[in-house]
């Protein structure tokens, strides 16, 4: 009865299944992304409410991730850390957002420290705006570009 006689030794093999395993872990690793503008508390620390203008708000703490719409002027400086494994959905860890508000004049009225838990849900509606146009049917779909195009004339 013949014998086998592996081509490389037993070792190597268990060498490579080792490290094929550990490439493969370590891709399934988690990534910590941080995002967004987050001032430092330095900065934070020097605006006085009712001394500092927008310019030097701006030069302080750079400009503003978002700005109200309504309400009064706001600026926002919006920062977060989520974290992924491998293809799986982005988990959010922690978000912070500075608000600094100002008054009429554009003096820093105060300034608002706001996290994850501050935030509320918010339903979207699944409703669509209808678009008027043709609503050709199924035959005029077919059959209307015939007689569109001119005829190619050889020269």
């Not at 493969?24 to 992304?33: L, Q």
């Not at 967004?36 to 927008?54: D, K, M, S, W, Y």
């Not at 302080?60 to 850390?81: H, K, Q, V």
């Not at 935030?119 to 609503?135: A, K, L, S, Y």
Request: proline residues 6%.
């Amino acid at each position: 009865m013949p014998t086998f006689v592996p081509l490389v030794p037993r070792s190597s093999w268990l060498t490579g299944a080792l490290l094929g395993t550990l490439l493969f872990c370590a891709g399934c690793s988690n990534d910590i992304n941080p995002h967004g503008n987050l001032p430092t508390t330095e900065a934070l620390g020097q605006i006085q409410e009712g001394v500092h203008t927008r310019t030097d708000i701006q030069a302080l703490l750079g400009t503003p991730s978002a700005t109200s719409m309504f309400g009064g002027e706001t600026w926002f400086y919006i920062s977060n850390e989520t974290t992924q494994v491998a293809f799986f959905k982005p988990k959010e860890l922690e978000r912070t957002i500075i608000a600094v508000h100002f008054d009429d004049n554009g003096r820093v009225k105060g300034i608002d420290h706001l996290s994850k838990d501050d935030g509320q849900q918010v339903d979207i509606v699944g409703r669509e705006t209808p678009t008027r146009g043709n609503d050709s049917s199924i035959v005029q779909e077919l059959f209307g570009n015939i007689g569109r195009f001119a005829p190619k004339t050889v020269d």
